[in-house]
Protein backbone atom coordinates (compact mmCIF):
# COMPACT_ATOMS: atom_id res chain seq x y z
CA UNK A 1 0.00 0.00 0.00
CA UNK A 2 1.41 3.52 -1.26
CA UNK A 3 2.26 6.35 1.56
CA UNK A 4 1.28 4.40 4.51
CA UNK A 5 -0.25 6.87 7.26
CA UNK A 6 -1.06 3.99 10.45
CA UNK A 7 2.14 1.23 10.86
CA UNK A 8 0.85 -1.74 12.14
CA UNK A 9 3.66 -3.49 14.49
CA UNK A 10 3.73 -7.18 15.88
CA UNK A 11 6.20 -8.45 17.81
CA UNK A 12 5.99 -12.05 16.28
CA UNK A 13 3.78 -13.19 13.36
CA UNK A 14 2.16 -15.47 16.03
CA UNK A 15 0.04 -12.01 16.55
CA UNK A 16 -1.61 -11.63 13.71
CA UNK A 17 -4.53 -13.48 14.34
CA UNK A 18 -5.38 -10.53 16.56
CA UNK A 19 -4.11 -7.79 14.87
CA UNK A 20 -5.10 -8.84 11.50
CA UNK A 21 -8.39 -7.34 12.88
CA UNK A 22 -7.44 -3.85 13.13
CA UNK A 23 -6.25 -4.09 9.30
CA UNK A 24 -10.17 -4.86 8.75
CA UNK A 25 -11.47 -1.74 10.09
CA UNK A 26 -8.52 0.23 8.23
CA UNK A 27 -9.77 -1.15 4.88
CA UNK A 28 -13.03 -0.75 5.66
CA UNK A 29 -11.96 3.14 6.38
CA UNK A 30 -10.21 3.66 3.53
CA UNK A 31 -6.94 4.36 5.59
CA UNK A 32 -3.34 3.41 4.32
CA UNK A 33 -1.40 1.19 6.03
CA UNK A 34 1.71 -1.25 6.76
CA UNK A 35 2.61 -3.93 8.55
CA UNK A 36 5.03 -5.06 9.60
CA UNK A 37 6.67 -7.82 12.28
CA UNK A 38 9.58 -6.03 14.86
CA UNK A 39 10.16 -7.17 18.29
CA UNK A 40 11.53 -5.34 21.27
CA UNK A 41 13.53 -8.39 22.45
CA UNK A 42 14.58 -10.13 19.32
CA UNK A 43 15.23 -7.38 16.69
CA UNK A 44 15.68 -4.38 19.50
CA UNK A 45 18.14 -2.05 16.96
CA UNK A 46 15.75 -2.92 13.89
CA UNK A 47 12.21 -1.75 16.02
CA UNK A 48 14.44 1.71 17.50
CA UNK A 49 14.99 2.03 13.66
CA UNK A 50 12.00 1.53 12.74
CA UNK A 51 10.28 4.20 15.11
CA UNK A 52 12.70 6.50 14.62
CA UNK A 53 11.75 6.99 10.87
CA UNK A 54 8.39 6.23 11.18
CA UNK A 55 7.38 10.43 11.04
CA UNK A 56 9.98 11.18 8.46
CA UNK A 57 7.94 8.45 6.60
CA UNK A 58 4.79 9.70 6.93
CA UNK A 59 3.61 7.52 9.05
CA UNK A 60 0.52 9.50 11.21
CA UNK A 61 0.07 7.08 14.64
CA UNK A 62 1.36 3.66 15.31
CA UNK A 63 -0.75 0.80 16.14
CA UNK A 64 1.67 -2.26 18.48
CA UNK A 65 0.75 -5.25 19.60
CA UNK A 66 2.66 -7.77 21.65
CA UNK A 67 2.19 -10.53 23.94
CA UNK A 68 3.97 -11.77 26.77
CA UNK A 69 6.68 -9.16 28.13
CA UNK A 70 5.09 -7.19 25.85
CA UNK A 71 7.92 -3.91 25.69
CA UNK A 72 7.08 -3.51 22.08
CA UNK A 73 5.05 -0.22 22.34
CA UNK A 74 6.98 1.35 25.17
CA UNK A 75 10.07 0.66 23.19
CA UNK A 76 8.65 2.56 19.69
CA UNK A 77 7.29 5.18 21.86
CA UNK A 78 10.45 6.24 22.89
CA UNK A 79 11.87 6.53 20.02
CA UNK A 80 9.26 8.81 18.65
CA UNK A 81 6.79 11.43 18.92
CA UNK A 82 4.18 9.83 16.79
CA UNK A 83 1.28 8.32 19.44
CA UNK A 84 1.55 4.91 19.74
CA UNK A 85 -1.62 2.91 20.57
CA UNK A 86 -0.63 -0.97 22.24
CA UNK A 87 -2.79 -3.97 21.97
CA UNK A 88 -1.69 -6.30 24.65
CA UNK A 89 -2.04 -9.95 23.29
CA UNK A 90 -3.91 -12.67 25.06
CA UNK A 91 -2.87 -16.33 25.45
CA UNK A 92 0.32 -17.46 26.90
CA UNK A 93 0.44 -18.94 30.25
CA UNK A 94 -1.27 -15.19 32.17
CA UNK A 95 -3.74 -14.98 28.93
CA UNK A 96 -2.56 -11.57 28.30
CA UNK A 97 -2.45 -10.12 31.82
CA UNK A 98 1.21 -9.87 32.09
CA UNK A 99 1.10 -7.86 28.24
CA UNK A 100 -1.46 -5.90 29.60
CA UNK A 101 -0.05 -4.57 32.85
CA UNK A 102 3.73 -4.28 30.56
CA UNK A 103 1.76 -2.15 28.21
CA UNK A 104 -0.75 0.26 30.33
CA UNK A 105 2.05 0.88 33.48
CA UNK A 106 4.34 3.17 31.01
CA UNK A 107 6.28 5.19 33.53
CA UNK A 108 5.70 9.05 33.41
CA UNK A 109 6.89 11.09 30.12
CA UNK A 110 6.64 8.21 28.00
CA UNK A 111 2.85 7.83 27.13
CA UNK A 112 1.45 4.59 25.24
CA UNK A 113 -2.70 4.02 24.55
CA UNK A 114 -3.00 1.00 25.98
CA UNK A 115 -6.11 -0.92 24.59
CA UNK A 116 -7.91 -4.00 25.86
CA UNK A 117 -6.73 -7.55 25.97
CA UNK A 118 -6.76 -8.43 21.94
CA UNK A 119 -8.13 -5.20 21.62
CA UNK A 120 -6.79 -4.39 17.77
CA UNK A 121 -10.82 -3.53 16.60
CA UNK A 122 -10.36 -0.45 19.03
CA UNK A 123 -6.64 0.18 18.39
CA UNK A 124 -7.90 1.23 14.34
CA UNK A 125 -10.71 3.23 15.56
CA UNK A 126 -8.64 5.04 17.67
CA UNK A 127 -5.81 5.71 15.34
CA UNK A 128 -8.62 6.76 12.72
CA UNK A 129 -10.17 9.12 15.16
CA UNK A 130 -6.83 10.62 15.93
CA UNK A 131 -6.57 10.88 11.57
CA UNK A 132 -10.12 12.50 11.93
CA UNK A 133 -8.92 15.27 13.44
CA UNK A 134 -7.29 16.67 10.45
CA UNK A 135 -9.85 14.75 7.76
CA UNK A 136 -13.27 15.63 8.16
CA UNK A 137 -14.42 13.15 5.68
CA UNK A 138 -12.87 10.21 7.60
CA UNK A 139 -14.57 12.16 10.98
CA UNK A 140 -18.13 12.32 8.86
CA UNK A 141 -17.38 8.26 7.91
CA UNK A 142 -16.97 7.67 11.67
CA UNK A 143 -19.57 9.35 12.51
CA UNK A 144 -22.14 7.10 10.21
CA UNK A 145 -20.27 4.13 11.47
CA UNK A 146 -21.42 4.58 14.92
CA UNK A 147 -25.45 6.11 13.91
CA UNK A 148 -25.62 2.32 12.50
CA UNK A 149 -23.95 0.63 15.40
CA UNK A 150 -26.85 2.50 17.84
CA UNK A 151 -29.39 1.51 14.72
CA UNK A 152 -28.17 -2.03 15.55
CA UNK A 153 -28.81 -2.17 18.77
CA UNK A 154 -32.11 -0.30 18.80
CA UNK A 155 -33.28 -2.93 16.29
CA UNK A 156 -32.11 -5.58 18.95
CA UNK A 157 -33.82 -4.10 21.96
CA UNK A 158 -37.00 -3.26 19.81
CA UNK A 159 -37.03 -7.49 18.67
CA UNK A 160 -36.74 -8.40 22.40
CA UNK A 161 -39.33 -5.51 23.63
CA UNK A 162 -41.68 -7.10 20.93
CA UNK A 163 -41.41 -10.83 22.95
CA UNK A 164 -43.74 -9.08 25.21
C1 LIG B 1 5.89 -11.56 22.13
O1 LIG B 1 5.99 -12.88 22.52
C2 LIG B 1 5.16 -11.59 20.83
O2 LIG B 1 4.50 -10.36 20.63
C3 LIG B 1 4.21 -12.73 20.97
O3 LIG B 1 2.95 -12.30 21.44
C4 LIG B 1 4.86 -13.58 22.06
C5 LIG B 1 5.27 -14.95 21.58
O4 LIG B 1 6.07 -14.87 20.41
P1 LIG B 1 6.40 -16.19 19.55
O5 LIG B 1 7.18 -17.08 20.44
O6 LIG B 1 5.07 -16.78 19.13
O7 LIG B 1 7.18 -15.69 18.35
O8 LIG B 1 7.12 -10.96 22.00
Aim: charged letters at 20%; a negative charge.
Amino acid sequence: MSNPVVGIVMGSDSDWDVMQKAVGILDDLKISYEVRVLSAHRTPLAAANYAQEAEGRGLKVIIAGAGRAAHLPGVLASYTLLPIIGVPIGGGPLSGVDALYAIVQMPPGIPVAAMAIDGAQNAALFAAQLLALHDPELAELLKTQRERMAQRVLEKDACFQSRG
